[in-house]
Nanobody, 121 residues
Framework: QIQLVESGGDLVQSGGSARLSCESS????????MAWYRQAPGEQREPVAL???????NYTDSVKGRFIISRDNAKNGVYLQMNSLKPEDTGVYYC???????????????WGQGTQVTVSS
């Protein structure tokens, strides 16, 4: 099992920056993909950015050039640097981890509790 602890959500003015952190703990064999999702009020949860174990990143179009996802494999952490924030970036941001708990095991999915990011205009 993996526990995810998120931090960094805040109230930010439009054009400002914020940094989200998510650190994993527990017993597992390998963490594969790490990602951030967000859910705006009244909307479905959507992927924002992901990073593979090899460091390959992918972003949803609306955040390209503004957000940067990174990971620290020593800390089993994933981070999201958010710049030039816009009101439409407002939402609850969730950390996601895909992991293998035991060697030869299947991929399991884990979610953080969510952290609120509010961008004021």
């Amino acid at each position: 099992q993996i526990q995810l602890v998120e931090s960094g959500g805040d109230l930010v003015q439009s054009g400002g920056s914020a940094r989200l952190s998510c650190e994993s703990s527990g017993r597992f064999y390998s963490i594969v993909t790490m990602a951030w999702y967000r859910q705006a009020p009244g909307e479905q949860r959507e992927p924002v950015a992901l990073i593979t174990s090899g460091g390959t990143t992918n972003y949803t179009d609306s955040v390209k050039g503004r957000f940067i996802i990174s990971r620290d494999n020593a800390k089993n952490g994933v981070y999201l640097q958010m710049n030039s924030l816009k009101p439409e970036d407002t939402g609850v941001y969730y950390c996601y981890v895909q992991a293998i708990i035991t060697p030869g095991g299947s991929f399991d999915n884990y979610w953080g509790q969510g952290t609120q990011v509010t961008v004021s205009s």
